[in-house]
Nanobody
Framework: QVQLVESGGGLVPAGGSLRLSCAAS????????MGWFRQAPGKEREFVTA????????NYADSVKGRFTISRDNAKNTVYLQMNSLRPEDTAIYYC????????????????????WGQGTQVTVSS
């Protein structure tokens, strides 16, 4: 089993920045491809970004390209989401997710690809 704990959410004005963290335990972190998803009120959960298990490849939703950056530190068992130039439409609960994989450079963009999920952290961007 993999446990994921997100942190770093909060209230920020439009144009501001936040960095989310997701700490993993229960399995060797470098065997896990990681992703971030978000769910706004009344909407379905959507893909935000993903990183391959060794950090070789990243993938972003068009809505966050150029503003968000995913990174991981396998020594600290943590994946990060740096969010800059935040907009009110970025308001959502943000979830990290993990998928054990044998592939070094593959990212996963569908929520059904992921086996483990964190509890989520709220991000609110005020206008």
């Amino acid at each position: 089993q993999v446990q994921l704990v997100e942190s770093g959410g909060g209230l920020v004005p439009a144009g501001g920045s936040l960095r989310l963290s997701c700490a993993a335990s229960g399995r060797t972190f470098s065997t896990l491809a990681m992703g971030w998803f978000r769910q706004a009120p009344g909407k379905e959960r959507e893909f935000v970004t993903a990183v391959s298990k060794r950090g070789i490849t990243t993938n972003y939703a068009d809505s966050v390209k150029g503003r968000f950056t995913i990174s991981r530190d396998n020594a600290k068992n943590t994946v990060y989401l740096q969010m800059n130039s935040l907009r009110p439409e970025d308001t959502a609960i943000y979830y990290c997710a993990a998928h054990p994989t044998a592939y070094y450079s593959v990212t996963y963009t569908r929520d059904r690809d992921y086996d483990y999920w964190g509890q989520g952290t709220q991000v609110t961007v005020s206008s």
